[in-house]
């Protein structure tokens, strides 16, 4: 189980990452598109200010599991710096088990009907000429927050095997060190 999560987390960010490359690339070349036609030609388009809005909710909701998955979010460590590794990892898996799961959970859940919704009416931007697909765009939040959860376990289980080793995992021969009774 360990194992198909490690994997698993690494799929997970291997794809966010793809998702915000692109979404950054649109996201650039889609500015860049609205000042030089604005400026340079004095025409704008709505589906390139709608793109380069889509382009930035993606690339921002898909930063979250990124940024778990580098260990590079923000930590209060006013009183756990003074700490024990070992208790460290307990506070990882007590935020993970009574913040960070439950949250993502809850967004995922509460966020259903609103995505089902939009799916069935394939939902569209509402300015006039705007870009269709909006519904495909809600997507993200839910999806990204699954990776949420997903970066979440798989850092718990990184900082736990850091501290304990390496886990034991049903069918593992057993150590050198251990005597074999149990």
Not at 84 to 99: C, D, H, K, M, Q
Request: aromatic content about 10%; proline content about 7%; glycine content about 8%.
């Amino acid at each position: 189980m360990v194992r198909f999560l490690q994997h698993a987390s690494r799929v997970a960010d291997r794809f966010a990452r793809a998702v915000c490359m692109l979404a950054g690339i649109m996201l650039v070349a889609s500015v860049l598109g609205i000042v030089v036609l604005r400026y340079g030609f004095g025409v704008g388009f709505i589906e390139l200010q709608n793109l380069a809005s889509y382009a930035f909710a993606v690339f921002m909701i898909f930063a979250l599991p990124v940024c778990m998955a580098q260990d590079g979010h923000v930590r209060v460590e006013v009183l756990s710096e003074r700490l024990s590794p070992r208790y460290r990892v307990w506070s990882e898996g007590l935020a993970l088990v009574l913040l960070l799961i439950p949250l993502f959970a809850l967004t995922i859940i509460s966020y259903w009907p609103n995505l089902s919704y939009s799916w069935a009416i394939r939902e569209r931007a509402l300015e006039t000429g705007g870009l269709p697909g909006i519904f495909l765009i809600k997507t993200a939040l839910p999806l990204a927050a699954f990776l949420m959860i997903i970066q979440g376990i798989a850092a718990f289980l990184r900082r736990r095997e850091a501290e304990y080793g390496a886990p034991p995992l049903p069918g593992d021969p057993p150590s050198p060190t251990s005597s074999g009774t149990g």
